[in-house]
């Protein structure tokens, strides 16, 4: 996945650039902008959907009751949240909690282009449909690209179920476990 030369190339820059953003009409109905948090050169990156509520009032990805049981997820793996980066498809909270549309989606995807490039993950956790259709492309559900290793560029991209969905369904955590357990057996302690 390339670095594009018409943003910035660095990853402040490019968060000051999101927060005065217009490209789509997500912009108006955002109190702030959600750009995306954590170590610049985390081997890790789990990518969600958009703000909700929470972040939204906050700035912050994943601070909500999803968020918190993603913090529960990193810390069974092992990690702290601070040694990850957490991002989103969209960075302004859609109306509602509204899936983002393909447009919304479209107009958003440079900057996360731009921060898997210059963060350069080893792996990429893809939470929900949402992030994996912005990775991956397709139409298929997250039951059936689960489980395994996709590639964006020489990215492997795990899909699984979105912490809310665990939240609604708490028998998906089993699986999202074996799931996150793939990524714990591939990424080797650092040498
Ligand atoms: N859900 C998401 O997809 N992203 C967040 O940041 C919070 C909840």
Known sequence: IGLRTDLPSDLAALSAMAATCQRCPLAEGRTHPVFGEGDPHARLMLIGEGPGAAEDAS?????????????????A?????????I???????PPNNATPTPDQMQACY???QQQI???QPEFIIALGMTAARALLGGAESVARMRGRFHKLGDIPVLVTYHP???LRDPSRKRLVWEDVQRVMVRMKPPG
Request: proline share 7%; glycine share 12%.
């Open 59 to 75: 700035g912050r990805p994943f601070v909500g009751p999803a968020g918190q049981l993603l913090d529960k997820i990193l810390s």
């Open 77 to 85: 793996m092992g990690l702290r949240r601070e040694e990850t980066y």
């Open 87 to 93: 991002g989103n498809v969209v960075k302004c909270r």
């Open 110 to 112: 440079p900057y996360l």
């Open 117 to 119: 490039a210059l963060i």
């Open 164 to 166: 809310a969905a665990l």
